[in-house]
């Protein structure tokens, strides 16, 4: 059974700085690309960012393009998102997911989900 679970949400205030992590298991994880997205309340889930199987290629959302840093370690089994100069606007359940698609940037390629962590982001 694959699962994914993430962790490391939480409250921070604006210019904070937040890292998630994301544990998975039931899969060979180094088969799979790995993606993070989020969902706003009445918003749809969005792509935020994104780490091919070996690392070689990262995606960000233009939203968080210089803030956010994606990164796996294969032998954990682990995907992380490092979250720098936090906005309110970036206030959201996080998901990770994976997929053994090329087209890491589309929500719909991927197969398996996490249950989500929350980040509040206060002004």
């Known amino acids: 059974q694959v699962q994914l679970v993430e962790s490391g949400g939480g409250l921070v205030q604006a210019g904070g700085s937040l890292r998630l992590s994301c544990a998975a298991s039931?899969?060979?994880?180094?088969?799979?690309?790995m993606g993070w997205f989020r969902q706003a309340p009445g918003k749809e889930r969005e792509f935020v960012a994104a780490i091919s199987r070996s690392s070689g290629s990262t995606y960000y959302a233009d939203s968080v393009k210089g803030r956010f840093t994606i990164s796996r370690d294969n032998a954990k089994n682990t995907v992380y998102l490092q979250m720098n100069s936090l906005k309110p606007e970036d206030t959201a359940v996080y998901y990770c997911a994976a997929t053994t698609s090329g087209a890491l940037q589309y929500k719909y390629v991927y197969k398996y989900w996490g249950q989500g962590t929350p980040v509040t982001v206060s002004s």
């Open positions: 039931g899969l060979t994880f180094s088969s799979y690309g």
